[in-house]
């Protein structure tokens, strides 16, 4: 059987970015995906976090957010099966809990973007169904890990949509660790997002968990 990974349906100058930091730093009364730790932690957290969505909505492109927190485990259990959440590793708690609290941050933003797609994996799913209220399956978002998958056409799909991607439409993609680094080389931490340009190159990233 052969899988469709078809497609289902200028980053700011410093003083922009500035004037818009500026702004957003009165705006940010929610704690983003649940931080924790120190003051000054959460402060460059926050900091971090208010650059990437600040260009993302101005500029628009795609952010690419690896899934949130899991229970324990590496891959997935013998018998996995695509729709069979029960067969998979899923979210834990505080990967539900990251992922609403990404939602009512967003929602107090007052922005919802465009597009959200999502792998066809139940804790990718989960993610971006409690972050963002919905989403679209997209089987290229989905695992690569230990030989599952196409990820030479995987990888193409991305890339040609990416390039494709009309000019100010803000979409997320919700996906696996071994996706996102294929794609931009870089290695995303649990809930954790990447702002990437049309080349796929790595513009800005920002924990999004805990």
Not at 42 to 68: C, K, N, P, Y
Not at 99 to 126: H, I, T
């Amino acid at each position: 059987m052969t899988t469709d990974f078809s497609d289902p349906s200028p980053a700011l100058n410093s003083p922009q970015r500035r004037a818009i930091l500026a702004r957003l730093s009165t705006a940010m009364v929610l704690p983003l995906w649940g931080l924790s730790g120190t003051a000054g932690a959460q402060t460059d957290r926050h900091a971090a976090m208010a650059e990437l969505f600040s260009a993302w909505r101005q500029g628009g492109g795609v952010l690419i957010i690896r899934h949130a927190a899991t229970e324990s485990g590496l891959g997935d259990p013998p018998g996995f099966v695509i729709g069979e959440c029960r067969t998979q590793r899923n979210l834990s708690e505080a990967g539900r809990q990251a992922s609403r609290s990404l939602g009512a941050w967003l929602q107090v933003q007052k922005f919802k973007p465009d597009a959200v797609r999502s792998s066809q994996w139940c804790r990718c799913q989960d993610t971006a169904r409690l972050a963002f209220g919905g989403h679209e399956d997209w089987p290229a978002l989905n695992s690569t890990f230990a030989g599952q998958g196409d990820s030479a056409a995987q990888q193409q799909v991305l890339r040609e949509r990416l390039l494709a991607l009309p000019v100010g439409r803000t979409e997320v993609w919700v996906t696996h660790q071994v996706i996102m680094t294929g794609l931009t080389g870089a290695y995303p931490g649990l809930g954790e997002g990447f702002l990437v340009d049309r080349q796929g190159r790595l513009r800005l990233r920002g924990d999004l968990a805990a």
